[in-house]
């Protein structure tokens, strides 16, 4: 399993490897404080949580403990979010996608669910991951059922697991798809982006 930035692209969807050239959109769709409410990144200007979650991404690209992408919806051309691939773990073929966000606008769209599938895809597909991981702030209800619609299972609580800029000790919720249970989970996103 080789981890390399890489284009991938959907027909709602389009993950780019991020750079400089997406923080100006990215800075415009992430001005919502909603967005950050449960995100490690979170600053009391929503354009700081941005460019904290911007400048955390590229750190750790750069030192190759994540993959990051911004996502760009293809009708507009711009950067509406961001997400990664974080907590790979090579020789175990895992990887965890997490520090995820789009813009107000588009949670709940085709492009939501078109970035996972993508991500998915790639991690089985191409990578040959056994287990692709997502986890969330117990707090965040929302989040709990957009991973579990992907098909994912919950696994448990990590119980006191982030401290978060807040101060708040963070229980997190873990869900998994593992590799056997990806040809279901393919199926079935195919069939929501199909009928969009």
């Not at 051309?77 to 990664?84: I, N, S």
């Not at 990590?158 to 798809?177: C, E, N």
């Not at 199926?187 to 982006?193: F, S, Y």
């Amino acid at each position: 399993m080789k981890l390399s930035p890489v284009t991938l692209t959907g027909r709602y969807a389009r993950l780019e490897p991020l750079g400089e050239s997406h923080l100006a959109s990215l800075l415009r769709h992430g001005a919502d404080v909603e967005i950050w409410r449960w995100m490690p990144t979170l600053r009391d200007d929503p354009r700081e949580s941005v460019r904290a979650w911007f400048d955390r991404a590229m750190v750790a690209t750069a030192r190759g403990d994540v993959v990051a992408w911004a996502i760009v919806e293809v009708a507009s051309g711009e950067a509406v979010g961001g997400t990664t691939y974080l907590d790979i773990a090579l020789a175990d073929k895992r990887v965890e996608i997490g520090s995820t966000w789009h813009g107000r606008a588009f949670w709940r769209t085709a492009i939501n669910t078109e970035c996972k599938y993508l991500l998915l895809r790639h991690a089985f597909e191409t990578l040959g991951c056994n287990r692709v991981q997502l986890k969330t702030d117990a707090r965040n209800g929302r989040s709990q059922t957009a991973i579990a619609r992907l098909g994912a299972v919950r696994e448990g609580v990590l119980r006191a697991q982030m401290v978060m800029p807040d101060g708040w000790v963070r229980d997190t919720v873990m869900f998994s798809i593992i590799a056997r249970e990806w040809p279901a989970v393919k199926v079935r996103l195919e069939e929501k982006l199909a009928s969009r």
